[in-house]
């Protein structure tokens, strides 16, 4: 059975860090690429980054050059490191596995295992 459990989220001030955790269980995520997206009250879902099996990357323009994420296979889990978080970082985020031909983080939103959140909340 595909899982896929975050943690890591919290309550930070602006400026602060994160550092999200995605530990994947009942497959292989060494080949899937995985990801991360969020949702805000009132908000659609946004892609935020993806990794694929290659090691290859992509972020939104809004989170890239303050989040970096990484995957370490042997542990088969999912990391985010969110530095520089302003309020409108505040969202619950998700991650999320699937098949992919090439790292897009705007289709993190529409793949097939996710998790169930971690809350991610920032405070001005």
């Known amino acids: 059975q595909v899982q896929l459990v975050e943690s890591g989220g919290g309550s930070v001030q602006a400026g602060g860090s994160l550092r999200l955790s995605c530990a994947a269980s009942?497959?292989?995520?060494?080949?899937?690429?995985m990801g991360w997206f969020r949702q805000a009250p009132g908000k659609e879902r946004e892609g935020v980054a993806v990794?694929?099996?290659?090691?290859?990357?992509s972020y939104a323009n809004s989170v890239k050059g303050r989040f970096t994420i990484s995957k370490d296979n042997a542990k088969n889990t999912l990391y985010l490191q969110m530095n520089g978080l302003q309020p409108e970082d505040a969202a619950m985020y998700y991650c999320?596995?699937?098949?992919?031909?090439?790292?897009?983080?705007?289709?993190?939103?529409?793949?097939?295992?996710r998790g169930q959140g971690t809350q991610v909340t920032v405070s001005s």
């Open positions: 999320a596995a699937d098949g992919c031909g090439y790292p897009d983080y705007g289709a993190t939103i529409q793949f097939l295992y």
């Open positions: 009942g497959f292989a995520s060494t080949g899937y690429c």
């Open positions: 990794i694929d099996i290659y090691w290859r990357t």
